[in-house]
């Protein structure tokens, strides 16, 4: 490989920090507007993720109106009540106490959306798995999280909305899926843990118990076969 | 922020090349193997991803045994076949002619499932969005792919297979989703372009018709609101 495509160590540890040190931001955003070109570099880095097809099949609304954050809020809120309830005890406390959104600090939303039609019916690469543009989506919002990470803006995903809501405060068609709405602003720091392994939420789980050999459940490596 | 949190414009252009020269890989695969301790750090950037209610969904089947690749061949060989059949005329022909896999020729496949009971039947975050909990594993595919090209290991997602020889051949269990099949390895050149450009099967899109302000399909930009 000519040295033009490779990567040094130091870009490499570059690469692995941004994704070790990405955190899901729903507190403390600065009221620092995010430039223009920065979104722009953010967003190119999403456009720039790998799809089904080459469909790209993704939308990118930016939201900078306080009128539609405060009814993003609100259906955070109806939501967030209705999932409250879901848990019991202790864990319904403790879910009452936890900040699980920053759709009114944040400078600029982003809703990144899925138009599953964009090709025609049929999509090479989605015949025999029929959600691969919408996973090919995700990775875009993974893609947008990380680059926002190298430009030290937060990202938080507010999974907490019901999509009728979505679909209706942002205008949405019904054949166009909602995928991610992301919190995205400047911040003070970045935690080095996640906001819900600190507060007891969950624990990390240990990388060798999620890694099998050959199939699924097996532990013992297998003799190399290639 | 501290210094130490942010990183520095030869560090952001780094996380940016990545991002963008990441490509989807099934043909020039050497035979060289990719050593444990890499495909360790490869796993662990998987394992970084973010996961809604810190569920940490996912599990990563890695595949050696060429009995283990000759039947995913075989799958694919199978479901490939009936896919080209969805397409007509010159789409057919141009469709049997592209190269979609790379299963027998790359040392290492790696299949990244997702559990979707794994913390109980209600998931912080899952509430109001059932697929989270998938989309998180998607995230981790990504965090992967990119994190094996700061590597310069070549990764491609095979999605023409269907899920019932998946869940066959790997003895993954019922309840498990299986997210992406991967096959990788090192490979003597990243091309520039991904191969379904090249062989004018579809365009990059450009990003400005993809972008919304404030809501969907809207082009002018809202004045600032925060």
């Given at each position: 490989?000519?040295?033009?495509?490779?990567?040094s160590?130091?870009?490499?540890?570059?690469?692995?920090?941004?994704?070790?040190e990405?955190?899901d931001?729903?507190r403390?955003?600065?009221?620092?507007?995010v430039?223009?070109?920065v979104?722009?570099?953010?967003?190119s880095?999403?456009?720039?993720a790998?799809?089904?097809?080459?469909?790209?099949?993704?939308?990118?609304?930016?939201?900078?109106?306080?009128?539609?954050?405060?009814?993003?809020?609100?259906?955070?809120?109806?939501?967030?009540?209705?999932?409250?309830?879901?848990?019991?005890?202790?864990?319904?406390?403790?879910?009452?106490?936890?900040?699980?959104?920053?759709?009114?600090?944040?400078?600029?939303?982003?809703?990144?959306?899925?138009?599953?039609?964009?090709a025609?019916?049929?999509?090479l690469?989605?015949?025999?798995?029929?959600?691969m543009?919408?996973?090919?989506?995700?990775?875009?919002?993974?893609n947008?999280?990380?680059?926002?990470?190298?430009?030290?803006?937060?990202?938080g995903?507010?999974?907490?909305?019901?999509?009728?809501?979505?679909?209706a405060?942002?205008?949405i068609?019904?054949?166009?899926?909602?995928?991610?709405?992301?919190?995205?602003?400047?911040v003070?720091?970045?935690?080095?843990?996640?906001?819900?392994?600190?507060?007891?939420?969950?624990?990390?789980?240990?990388?060798?118990?999620?890694?099998?050999?050959?199939?699924?459940?097996?532990?013992?490596?297998?003799?190399?076969?290639?």
């Amino acid at each position: 490989m000519s040295r033009d495509e490779s990567f040094s160590p130091e870009e490499r540890a570059a690469i692995y920090r941004c994704i070790a040190e990405r955190r899901d931001v729903r507190r403390n955003f600065l009221p620092e507007p995010v430039p223009d070109a920065v979104l722009g570099r953010v967003l190119s880095a999403g456009h720039a993720a790998p799809s089904v097809g080459f469909l790209q099949p993704w939308n990118f609304i930016v939201i900078r109106a306080a009128a539609t954050k405060e009814a993003l809020h609100a259906a955070f809120i109806r939501a967030n009540a209705e999932a409250a309830a879901m848990f019991e005890d202790e864990r319904a406390t403790l879910y009452r106490s936890l900040k699980l959104e920053g759709l009114r600090e944040a400078p600029v939303l982003l809703c990144v959306t899925c138009e599953r039609g964009r090709a025609g019916p049929v999509v090479l690469g989605r015949t025999h798995q029929s959600e691969m543009d919408v996973y090919s989506t995700v990775c875009a919002v993974q893609n947008i999280w990380l680059a926002a990470r190298a430009e030290n803006l937060g990202v938080g995903w507010v999974s907490i909305l019901s999509l009728a809501d979505l679909h209706a405060i942002l205008a949405i068609p019904e054949h166009i899926v909602p995928i991610a709405l992301l919190c995205i602003g400047y911040v003070d720091h970045f935690e080095t843990t996640p906001d819900l392994e600190r507060a007891g939420w969950r624990k990390r789980l240990p990388l060798e118990e999620l890694v099998f050999e050959e199939e699924f459940g097996r532990r013992d490596p297998m003799p190399a076969g290639d």
